[in-house]
């Protein structure tokens, strides 16, 4: 196996961190991103540990343009050549729609949507041709959630992006496609707010899914290893749904 270089936005915890982990494992050269130095250090000494991949972390916050910007400058600067991108880094603050604040709405579009569209435009110098670009998406595209208007907007408004950049980068061989996670047991939860109880409320409702259990990050990180490798080089906006059956 040829050794390859592949960037995961927000990979210092749950999907993204275990997407660089088994990139590392596989031998693979991998940059990560994050929004806080601490957790990006230790996300990056888990990952010296897990394999002979090299890592390398950069400080970005997929919510601010300007670091985006700075973020793909120093790469290009180093003369770095990506294989693959992995637009992973997203939020979830659930809110009903009623009462829904402009500052919610700001800031999930600014991270969910206006992120993984500016990164990828400031990122195309150093792809590689070809190269492969992973969106990490949602089960809230296809299911509806109370208080996930938003956040589901959000993510289908990248998807929508992606069928026409399918076609404009077409020539430089970059080739979109999506992974859409049912709900997964990771941070995310705590991090909108959801207390211990409620989150083992939500992993015990989803026994009731065709899966019979609640997802974790393992159960996304194949498909996203396919669609990385050149064994998915025929597919184009092609959206994985890993969702246990949920939205069934
Ligand atoms: N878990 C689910 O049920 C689920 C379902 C469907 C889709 N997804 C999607 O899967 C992706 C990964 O989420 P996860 O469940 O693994 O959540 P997570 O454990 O919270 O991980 C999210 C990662 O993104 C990073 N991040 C968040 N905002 C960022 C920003 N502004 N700039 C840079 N990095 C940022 C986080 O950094 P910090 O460590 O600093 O927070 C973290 O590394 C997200 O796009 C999410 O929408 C998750």
Redo the contacts with the bound molecule.
Sequence with gaps: MSQKHYLV??????????TARSLVSAGHKVTI????QA??RS?AAALAEAGSGEVVSLM?????LN?IRAMAQSLQQARVRLDGLV??????FPQMFSEMTEENFDQTM???HK?PFFSLQALLPVLNNPASVVF?????VRKAFASAAV?SA??AAFEGATRVLNLELAERGIRINS???????????S?AGMTDEQIAGLAEAMAVQPLGR??T?AD?VPAIDYLLSDASMGLRDAHLDI?GGFAL
């Design positions: 936005t927000g990979a210092t915890a749950g999907i993204g961190l275990a991103t994050g929004r806080d957790r990006l996300a970005c916050d997929s919510g601010d670091q637009l992973n880094a997203g939020i979830f600014a991270v969910n992120g990490i998406s949602s089960v809230a956040y959000s993510k992974v859409r996670p049912g709900v997964t047991a990771t941070e995310i939860q991090k609640i997802l990050p996304m969702d």
